[in-house]
Antibody, heavy 120, light 106 residues
Framework: QVQLQESGPGLVKPSETLSLTCTVS????????WSWIRQPPGKGLEWIGL???????NYNPSLKSRVTISLDTSKDQFSLNLSSVTAADTAVYYC??????????????WGQGTMVTVSS | DIQMTQHPSTLSASVGDRVTITCRAS??????LAWYQQKPGKAPNLLIY???SLKSGVPSRFSGSGSGTYFTLTISSLQPDDSATYYC????????FGQGTKVEIK
């Protein structure tokens, strides 16, 4: 079955760059769109951005200036970089698979999530 | 941005009750709407996509309906395992989520 696993530092200093990686197993990373979503403690879900192997990307307008999502087919991984972080970026970060492989889509497979705290 | 508004924010119901959660979009999203269930400390789980299509493996007591700007998620007979927070998501124009509805068992 398809599984996603996030990895990366759990603590990032203010003004630095948050970097996370999602490892995909059980599905071809070239066949689907992939997204990152985050959830601040006790709050709701926020879509961050998407990426396809074709190079197609899209980002939440509220984060667009700080976000880059890349994909490495040789490692079956996709990654999130979020620059100039502040305490407001503290959240659980999830990597997700698009359900039908469409650009705009529901998300049918989620990683377990990784908590990232921004603090000095 | 398309804003998604869920009602109620919290509901408390008994086992066996029929429960309905509503989700309104700030503009028409056709049927590009999904519902998720999230339990504490866990990732959300997709229940319904394209407004009314049940994801494989999801119990049939869950159903979705609606189109345009008004959508509902119904649990036909509430079970103890359904205690969770439920989110709607529009994917007509990138993705935005509702603020969530917490369902508690009396």
């Amino acid at each position: 079955q398809v599984q996603l696993q996030e990895s990366g530092p759990g603590l990032v200093k203010p003004s630095e760059t948050l970097s996370l990686t999602c490892t995909v197993s059980g599905a071809s990373i070239t066949s689907y769109y992939w997204s990152w979503i985050r959830q601040p403690p006790g709050k709701g879900l926020e879509w961050i951005g998407l990426r396809h192997n074709s190079g197609s990307t899209n980002y939440n307008p509220s984060l667009k200036s700080r976000v880059t999502i890349s994909l490495d087919t040789s490692k079956d991984q996709f990654s999130l970089n979020l620059s100039s972080v502040t305490a407001a970026d503290t959240a659980v970060y999830y990597c997700v698979k698009h359900h039908n492989g469409d650009y705009d889509d529901a998300f049918d497979i989620w990683g377990q999530g990784t908590m990232v705290t921004v603090s000095s | 941005d398309i804003q998604m508004t869920q009602h109620p924010s919290t509901l408390s119901a008994s086992v066996g009750d029929r429960v309905t959660i509503t989700c309104r979009a700030s503009q028409s999203i056709s049927r590009w709407l999904a519902w998720y269930q999230q339990k504490p400390g866990k990732a959300p789980n997709l229940l319904i996509y394209k407004a009314s299509s049940l994801k494989s493996g999801v119990p049939s007591r869950f159903s979705g309906s609606g189109s345009g700007t008004y959508f509902t998620l119904t649990i036909s007979s509430l079970q103890p395992d359904d205690s969770a927070t439920y989110y709607c998501q529009q994917y007509n124009s990138y993705s935005t989520f509702g603020q969530g509805t917490k369902v508690e068992i009396k």
